[in-house]
């Protein structure tokens, strides 16, 4: 399939102001990550606990701020998840990294996020025996209206359950009249509910504890295996084409990696595992669209002696610039879904590998290229690089 045909853009002309708006930007980046504001590392490689959380009702973030600085939780880092005003993803984060905590310590922070945000209304609550409505699971639903309404408990409480669950409901129930609108509850259940239940201020969605020193463990494990995959391809590539493919290659992929760090470092996105997942992952697509661009490069070689290196450069680029716009083209369109549509939980992945794909593409005609280039007018090969 052809979507471009016959072009002949002289992409080789713009190789200086390429390298040029690429070192800038990771200048910029290196700089911010070095003595800015750094990488915002996520819950994997700090270490703390991570609370997600939804309010009853909607709640100023200040507020959620104020109640945790009160409480000794100054590091907190706090957000709003998706488009709702009422649900809140919070990390606890330690005073200090250096501190010999253990997963225990971390665990009681994300507790002690929990307790705060819930206030002193419900002591009074739990005091007169009442049970949370909206932190109770199914099965402790159950036991508790088992003893009166054995036929109807186990029902009654799944259907609770899911209606909490649902996304109109946000995973919290905010009024006993919302139960009205399930059939099986009859009236006697309802007021037996208002009687041995109440209704928080807040239900917990999620909550995860990370040591720091596990978080330092991933932290060096996630940076071996990129170093590591780099190195793996800089050995592939030599072997199957030159080392001169080999070390543009690699060149490409450490600048794609750079400047996508520099761009999350920027942009305050969260570096967590799957965000490292998804540079594993541009590092291979990047190369895949690298190799194609090479291989074409070496057969032109072959066929185009009379002409300069510079032109086989440019015309293995245009020869093979349809393939690279379908391919980068349909890899976007469906990143770009599941960055509009995927929910907050994979956003920062799908930011990461949506620029990842621009970027790899760009590298692809213009680093790899331009090293390419390079590295013949530097060391001057005598075979395999043409005029």
Known sequence: MQFVKKTN??????KYLALILSGIIIFVGILNMSVGKGLNYGIDFAGGALVRVV????VPISEVRDALNTAGLENSRIQHMGSSEREF???????????????EAHEILGNLVVDTLRGADESAEIALGRIDLNSIDVNGLNLLLQAEYPEQAALVAQTIITLRNSPEM???????TQLEQIESLTPEIANTLKQKTYLSRI?????????PQVGRDLRRRATQATVWALIGMLFYIGLRFQLAYGVAAIVTLGHDVLLVMGIFSLTQRELNLPVIAAILTLVGYSLNDTIVIFDRVRDNLKTMRKQSFLQVLNNSINQTLSRTIITSGTTFMTVLA????????INDFAFLIMI????????????????LYFWKKIFKPKKGLGK
């Not at 853009?9 to 713009?14: A, G, N, S, T, V």
């Not at 309010?55 to 909607?58: N, T, Y």
């Not at 239900?203 to 040591?211: I, P, Q």
């Open 170 to 176: 946000l995973g919290i129930i905010q009024d006993f």
């Open 89 to 103: 993803i919070i990390r606890a984060m330690p005073e200090s990294e250096s501190e010999e905590q253990d997963i």
């Open 9 to 14: 853009i002289d992409f080789m002309k713009y």
């Open 203 to 211: 239900a917990v969605l999620s909550k995860e504890s990370v040591g």
């Open 55 to 58: 309010f009853r009702d909607i």
């Open 338 to 345: 599941l960055f509009l549509f995927g929910g907050q939980v």
């Open 356 to 371: 990842g794909v621009v970027i790899g593409t760009y590298s692809s005609i213009y680093m790899s290229c331009s090293m």
